[in-house]
C-alpha cells in the first residue's frame, strides 16, 4: 500500500464547475498536508498548506484536512481553463526542510 | 514567491556518459535541497536530501554512487547521474527549502540514447 493515495484521473469539468480532488493516506503521523499545482513539463507549485486537521481558504481554493479519516481535499470554485493542470498532495512531519511524500497527482482539465 | 532555477532545463545524452544537473536558489540561501525523480504520470520519488557542507541521505533504493550529490553552497545542489542508461530518462526535480516551505525548480528532462 503506498502512503498517499490519489486518483489520478483525468478529470474533465465544464467551466464554473467546482472541482473536488481528494487523497488519502496511512501514516497518521503526518501534520501538513499541502496542495501542489503542476503544469505540464514545468516544477510544482505550492498552492496551499494545512497544518493538523480543519480548512483553510484562499480565493476560489479551499483546503480540508480530516486526520481521524486520514483524508485530505481540495475545493476549486468557479473553475477556470487557467486551472487546467496536474494536481499533486504532498505531506510531511514538520513544514519547511522537510522531504515531502507525495500522491500520484490528478490530471484536471476544465472545458471552456 | 522564492525563484529556483534548474540547468539545464533538457539534456540528450548517450548511453554511459555521465551528465550533471544544476540547481539554484537565485534569491534566498538554501540550507536544504531535495532532488525527486518523475516518471510519466507519475508522482515525484524522492532520491536524496542534501545539506549544505555535508553529505547527501539517500532514499531507500537509489544508488550514491551511481546519483552524486553535491551541495557546496547555500545557493547551489548539483546532481551528477554517472554511467548512464536509457531507464535513467526522467524528469529531474530539485527543491530548495530555507526557513519556511519549499520551492520547487522547473524541472530537467534527461534523455538517455
Known amino acids: 500500500q503506498k502512503e498517499v493515495e490519489q486518483d489520478p484521473g483525468p478529470l474533465s469539468v465544464p467551466e464554473g464547475a467546482i472541482v473536488s480532488l481528494n487523497c488519502t493516506y496511512s501514516n497518521s503521523a503526518f501534520q501538513y498536508f499541502m496542495w501542489y499545482r503542476q503544469y505540464s513539463r514545468k516544477g510544482p507549485e505550492l498552492l496551499m498548506y494545512t497544518y493538523s486537521s480543519g480548512n483553510k481558504e484562499d480565493g476560489r481554493f479551499t483546503a480540508q484536512v480530516d486526520k481521524s479519516s486520514k483524508y485530505i481535499s481540495l475545493f476549486i470554485r468557479d473553475s477556470q481553463p487557467s486551472d487546467s493542470a496536474t494536481y499533486l498532495c504532498?505531506?510531511?512531519?514538520?513544514?519547511?526542510?522537510?522531504?515531502?511524500?507525495f500522491g500520484t497527482g490528478t490530471r484536471l482539465t476544465i472545458i471552456p | 514567491g522564492a525563484v529556483v532555477s534548474q540547468h539545464p532545463s533538457r539534456v540528450i545524452c548517450k548511453s554511459g556518459t555521465s551528465v550533471k544537473i544544476e540547481c539554484r536558489s537565485l534569491d534566498f540561501q538554501a540550507t536544504t535541497m531535495f532532488w525527486y525523480r518523475q516518471f510519466p504520470k507519475q508522482s515525484l520519488m524522492l532520491m536524496a536530501t542534501?545539506?549544505?557542507?555535508?553529505?547527501?541521505?539517500?532514499e531507500q533504493g537509489v544508488e550514491k554512487d551511481k546519483f552524486l550529490i553535491n551541495h557546496a553552497s547555500l545557493t547551489l545542489s548539483t546532481l551528477t547521474v554517472t554511467s548512464a542508461h536509457p531507464e535513467d530518462s526522467s524528469f529531474y526535480i530539485c527543491s530548495a527549502a530555507g526557513s519556511y516551505e519549499q520551492y520547487f525548480g522547473p524541472g530537467t528532462r534527461l534523455t538517455v540514447t
Open positions: 542534501s545539506n549544505e557542507g555535508s553529505k547527501a541521505t539517500y
Open positions: 504532498a505531506m510531511s512531519f514538520k513544514f519547511g526542510n522537510e522531504k515531502l511524500t
